[in-house]
């Protein structure tokens, strides 16, 4: 049985990163994993052969390293940023913390929901995001 990656919040360094590579990638879908240090979402993995369209983003998870992940990331490009049936069979297999960013892709336009699809609060903290040579993996 997978042990659960309990969370506090998300790094505001990396909420920005979400929100500018999800308008960056505009008219296509953007889409990652979450990993989380000492309770703080921190990072955000793109696994080599995700898949992206206006419509959908097809993240090949049998890419994944083996390391725990929080949750996953990815953009609609419409403003609707509740999540679809293929999202739920998806947040199914990613852990507990899924973020869902839209238009504008600013911090208003995005929210995050658990494994099921309820809307669960994720607060903006102001941390510093340090990268670390030790611990990447499980």
Known sequence: MKRKIGVEG???D???FILEASRSTLPVEFAGLLRAEKGVITE???LPGTESSSKSALVRLYM????RIAGS??????SNIRP????LIFFSKTGDYHIIAGPPFDEKSWRCYDRRGF????????VDVEEEDEGWFD
């Open 10 to 12: 998300i790094a505001r």
């Open 14 to 16: 990396t909420l920005y």
């Open 44 to 46: 955000v993995i793109m």
């Open 64 to 67: 994944l390293p083996n390391m």
């Open 73 to 78: 990331v990815h953009s609609h490009p419409s």
């Open 84 to 87: 679809s049936q293929a999202d």
């Open 119 to 126: 809307p669960r609060d994720l607060p903006i903290l102001d």
